[in-house]
């Protein structure tokens, strides 16, 4: 897939070339002006990008055999832009659909991207009277149950860790399931963001800055990383705390994933789909369900920006629905209408008797 992501570089990118000059400059507003993450805005760059060759090609501009990737958009200008209607954005989800596959989760991201296009238009540089986007509503998304271990699985992985390098992959799956941080957050703690009042510094979506606190057994996992880490000779990114033992550098994202599937091999658990976001719903699951943490605390060690994406970790496990049912005041509480039916009769009967 085309990006201006650098791999090497994941806070660098191109100038945006193939693109029309207000696609340009709203994509710069976005990481310059709002601080989105160049991720989020190489998404929006993506889904601009091909709306537009769809339109060209929708319009009859190009010749209807060529290839998307290949029509050039650079030349459209705010003529064309003021000329986008409801129905072209309509069929360009309909197209994207039937054509690429996309499911209602990357229809949705498509459809954020336009609207935040036209938004910026209409509202922030005021060149566009009508948003073609304005109603338009969102693809439904049916929200899953996110799958996470349970508390004797995530026991089992932290007891069956295998490595050459014991103490940096035990300290890795530690983290995960105690601080529920993201894949790329654990990739880029620096030394220094080891605080002496025993918090972490994160960098979370949008370059956001967190502090989490940390347990015990988090202490003191990272002191045995520390220790074994500062007796390495061919250490060369002497920043990163997640170093490789072969090269002395900074592990990439792959490479804890890697990590991360062969810990799960040897603890049993490969083959069942956990990964590290997995690990990430472990532990916010643990936090809810055993520890009881407070839904407003759970979205600040997430980094959530809003507390409806941390309701999804709150998910109950069945022996808390019976749990629950069970704690209804009214559950002692049965009326047999056939045994009242019988009493009844039975004292009618008593009564007649008495009466005789």
Request: some cysteine; aromatic content about 8%; proline content about 3%.
């Amino acid at each position: 897939m085309s990006s201006y992501i650098d791999s090497r570089k994941p806070n660098k990118h191109g100038d945006y070339k193939d693109c029309p000059a207000l696609v340009v400059e709203f994509l710069y507003n976005s990481e310059t002006i709002r601080g989105l993450s160049p991720r989020t805005v190489n998404g929006y760059y993506i889904d601009l990008r091909t709306f537009f060759r769809f339109l060209k090609l929708h319009r009859g501009l190009v010749a209807s055999q060529t290839p998307l990737d290949e029509i050039s958009i650079s030349e459209i200008d705010l003529t064309f832009i003021e000329s986008i209607t409801t129905s072209e954005i309509y069929e360009f989800l309909h197209y994207v659909t039937r054509e690429r596959d996309n499911g209602a989760t990357t229809r949705a991201r498509k459809l954020s991207s336009l609207k935040g296009f036209f938004r910026y238009l209409c509202n922030k540089k005021k060149i566009l009277k009508n948003n073609p986007t304005d109603d338009v509503e969102t693809p439904a998304i049916r929200k899953r149950l996110p799958k996470y271990l349970s508390l004797s699985e995530g026991v089992e992985l932290l007891k069956n860790i295998q490595s050459d390098f014991y103490e940096r992959d035990y300290c890795i799956i530690t983290l995960f399931l105690n601080c529920g941080m993201r894949l790329s957050e654990l990739v880029n703690i620096n030394i220094t963001d080891l605080q002496e009042d025993g918090t972490i510094r994160i960098i979370g979506k949008g370059d956001k800055e967190r502090l989490v606190y940390l347990n015990n057994a988090c202490k003191s996992a990272l002191h045995r990383l520390c220790v074994e880490r500062a007796k390495m000779l061919n250490l060369k990114d002497e920043q990163a705390l997640f170093v490789s033992k072969r090269t002395g550098k900074r592990l990439s994202a792959r490479r804890v994933q890697q990590i991360v599937e062969k810990c799960l091999g040897t603890a049993g658990l490969s083959g069942r789909g956990f990964s590290p976001h997995k690990l990430r719903h472990t532990a916010a699951t643990m936090m809810y369900q055993e520890g009881h943490v407070d839904m407003l605390a759970l979205k600040e060690i997430l980094g959530h920006a809003h507390v409806s994406t941390t309701e999804i970790y709150t998910h109950l496990g069945n022996a808390q629905l019976k749990e629950a049912a069970q704690a209804s005041p009214f559950a002692n509480i049965d009326f047999d209408q056939n045994e009242s039916s019988k009493k009844q009769k039975l004292n009618k009967g008593k009564k007649g008797s008495d009466e005789k």
